[in-house]
């Protein structure tokens, strides 16, 4: 090394970050979480719709075709605000894992939305972490987050 050289900076995140088992349990609560509302909703409008009549019907058959269909945005949604709002979301916290920048600071807006979108409708690119050295997936390394152990 000579005089001049500079060292690596160190890591500004710790090193205990989130895994492929606690992260993908944590996806898997929360798509529980938002499939139970969705069934909750369409369960709800099928049961109005069947008291107000046949046009309500087609319009409840519709609707619920769009659920399905629109399911991973409201998902992605879904974990875009509580990033935003509590930094996890209710999967993550009981795994205690938590999403920030790779700075260490709390996730912005927009890093949320791009990171929820990403693993929503790309979910095969989180199994980058697997060999990324901070368990970074593609849409970590695209919204420039980490997801990392701790309160």
Same mark, same amino acid.
């Given at each position: $090394?000579?005089? =001049? !050289?500079?060292? !690596?900076? !160190?890591?500004?995140?710790?090193?205990?970050? %989130?895994?492929?088992?606690?992260?993908?349990?944590? =996806?898997?609560? +929360?798509?529980?979480?938002?499939? $139970?509302?969705?069934?909750? !909703?369409?369960?709800?409008?099928?049961?109005?719709?069947?008291?107000?009549? =046949?046009?309500?019907?087609?319009?409840?058959?519709?609707?619920?075709?769009? =659920?399905?269909?629109?399911?991973?945005? @409201?998902?992605?949604?879904?974990?875009?605000?509580?990033?935003?709002?509590?930094?996890?979301?209710?999967? $993550?916290?009981?795994?205690?894992?938590?999403?920030?920048?790779?700075? %260490?600071?709390?996730?912005?807006?927009?890093?949320?939305?791009?990171?929820?979108?990403?693993?929503?409708?790309?979910?095969?690119?989180?199994?980058?972490?697997?060999?990324?050295?901070?368990?970074?997936?593609?849409? +970590?390394? @695209?919204?420039?987050?980490?997801?990392?152990?701790?309160?």
């Amino acid at each position: $090394m000579s005089a =001049y !050289a500079k060292p !690596a900076p !160190a890591d500004p995140l710790p090193a205990a970050y %989130g895994g492929l088992v606690s992260r993908l349990l944590a =996806y898997v609560v +929360d798509a529980l979480i938002v499939s $139970m509302l969705i069934g909750v !909703a369409a369960a709800a409008l099928g049961l109005v719709a069947s008291v107000v009549g =046949y046009e309500a019907r087609e319009l409840a058959r519709a609707v619920l075709s769009g =659920y399905i269909v629109f399911l991973p945005s @409201i998902l992605a949604l879904y974990c875009a605000l509580f990033w935003l709002l509590a930094g996890r979301t209710p999967g $993550m916290a009981v795994l205690g894992l938590r999403v920030v920048t790779t700075e %260490g600071r709390p996730v912005r807006w927009l890093a949320a939305l791009v990171r929820a979108l990403l693993l929503a409708y790309f979910p095969v690119g989180a199994l980058w972490l697997l060999v990324n050295r901070r368990h970074q997936g593609i849409h +970590d390394l @695209i919204a420039r987050t980490s997801v990392v152990r701790g309160p």
